[in-house]
């Protein structure tokens, strides 16, 4: 196998990792786990205020999985019986040789061992490298674009970047992939935008989902006072647009509605309002190789070591029991009297989005 991060492939993870179907992964609330979002790189060139923070410190490389590595892992649960993954960050595409991975899962989708490939970007590199995701096999893409206003756009990521995601998002569907909207929905800030977004993405197809700001790592700002329940929202977009409950699934957490007869749908995540953790078939795995089993909870496993060893296989299935035995049965975000509860150290970008 070919070699693109100075990984030695002759032993440990990295080699040819394309073991038989194994015992699949149930945790212990009865949750057969399917789907995996996998961070490739802690990096990002925007810095979105809800996510980092403006002076953020990164991670040294020798802690970051090699690309081999992260293959490896993939087909291991592949091999569980996971059937989606989607790269996150981050930004997945700022890691050098991105195409690299996903060319070889997409080669996995190909082939019937996964069912797709998918990553979630900010759009500033969709531009350029749009048509060859689609040639590696991603058939949509989640973009995250929280305003259209050039301005809130530059106040929100702290830079002036909206012209190159909206022709990032404009080359994307040039290239025959899906693209979903993601919007952080931020009160006094992007609230007002909302009902211009869905007008937008239905007038373009994009799909649209508005999600529920979490209290995650050390920010700048107080979460609340940016805190929008979308419980309120969706009585203010039925005054405008024709909603109609949808049992559309794309395989993350978000309750859709159909806009307008099917131009295009609305999916809300609601981590606080509404929370979807009875239906969680997912885990994140970090760039550094650490599964977290929820996202608003800081009990790990670390699998870098076991993918670094010789016996890296027998390793590898040993600790995922142990995680998917250990996975909680929620998470612990609230708002109780005006402020969030459940804050986990760790910031969105370290676990994935």
Not at 68 to 88: N, P, Q, Y
């Amino acid at each position: 196998m070919a070699t693109v991060s100075g990984c030695n492939t002759s032993s440990g993870a990295g080699g040819d990792a394309s073991p038989n179907k194994t015992a699949s992964m149930v945790d212990p609330f009865g949750r057969r786990i399917t789907y995996v979002r996998l961070s490739v790189t802690d990096r990002c060139d925007l810095r979105c205020r809800y996510c980092m923070a403006e002076d953020m410190v990164f991670l040294p490389k020798p802690e970051v999985l090699t690309l081999e590595e992260m293959l490896s892992l993939s087909d291991a649960f592949i091999a569980r019986g996971v059937d989606r993954i989607r790269l996150t960050g981050g930004e997945p595409l700022v890691r050098k040789n991105i195409l690299w991975l996903i060319r070889a899962l997409g080669a996995r989708v190909r082939d019937g061992r996964l069912r797709e490939i998918t990553l979630t970007t900010n759009g500033t590199q969709l531009p350029h490298m749009a048509h060859d995701l689609a040639a590696a096999g991603v058939r949509r893409i989640n973009v995250s674009l929280d305003t259209r206003d050039r301005e809130t756009f530059a106040e929100v990521t702290r830079r002036d970047r909206l012209d190159r995601v909206l022709a990032g998002v404009a080359a994307a569907k040039d290239a025959g992939i899906t693209v979903k909207i993601n919007m952080v929905a931020l009160k006094g800030l992007n609230d007002h935008e909302i009902p211009d977004m869905l007008a937008w993405c239905a007038d373009e197809g994009h799909d649209l989902t508005l999600i529920e700001t979490m209290p995650m790592g050390s920010i700048d700002d107080a979460r609340e006072d940016r805190y929008l329940p979308l419980s309120g929202v969706l009585p203010m977009l039925e005054e405008r647009f024709s909603l109609i409950p949808s049992l559309h699934r794309t395989g993350g957490p978000a309750r859709y509605w159909d806009v307008n007869g099917g131009a295009s749908r609305l999916g809300l995540i609601t981590p606080l309002t509404n929370n979807f953790c009875a239906g969680c078939n997912r885990v994140r795995v970090t760039c550094t190789g650490r599964i977290y089993m929820c996202l608003g909870q800081g009990d790990h496993v670390d699998l870098r070591a076991a993918l670094r060893s010789e016996d890296w296989r027998g390793q590898l299935d040993a600790l995922l029991d142990k995680a998917i035995g250990a996975k909680p049965e929620g998470h612990d975000f609230a708002v109780s009297s005006g402020r969030m509860t459940g804050t986990v150290d760790r910031h969105m970008s370290v676990t994935g989005g």
